[in-house]
């Protein structure tokens, strides 16, 4: 079984700065895409940013230039960097990997738990 736990959300100011992580664990041969999604209340879940194993990164046009994706993938990890946050960045965040290569090739998606990030005005 495949696991993704994220850290790093809570409480800053508008301007500030958080740096999110999420480690996929288990038994893992690799991993195409990971990526971050965000869902406020009353909100459908949306694409922040998301990144390849080649490295290829793409951004929603609202955090683009704030916020920055990068992936370790001998640790299965990716982190999103986020600065100049504003209080419309309030949301749940999730990860997600994509294309989880597992026993006998078979591929699935995983979602994390979600963490918090709150940016108060």
């Known amino acids: 079984q495949v696991q993704l736990v994220e850290s790093g959300g809570g409480l800053v100011q508008a301007g500030g700065s958080l740096r999110l992580s999420c480690a996929a664990s288990?038994?893992?041969?690799?991993?195409?895409?990971m990526g971050w999604y965000r869902q406020a209340p009353g909100n459908q879940r949306e694409l922040v940013a998301r990144?390849?194993?080649?490295?290829?990164?793409s951004y929603a046009d609202s955090v683009k230039g704030r916020f920055t994706i990068s992936r370790d993938n001998a640790k299965n990890t990716v982190y999103l960097q986020m600065n100049s946050l504003k209080p419309e960045d309030t949301a749940v965040y999730y990860c997600?990997?994509?294309?989880?290569?597992?026993?006998?090739?078979?591929?699935?998606?995983?979602w994390g738990q979600g963490t918090q990030v709150t940016v108060s005005s």
């Open positions: 288990g038994i893992i041969f690799s991993i195409n895409a």
């Open positions: 990144i390849t194993s080649g490295g290829s990164t």
């Open positions: 997600k990997a994509e294309e989880v290569v597992t026993y006998f090739g078979r591929k699935y998606d995983y």
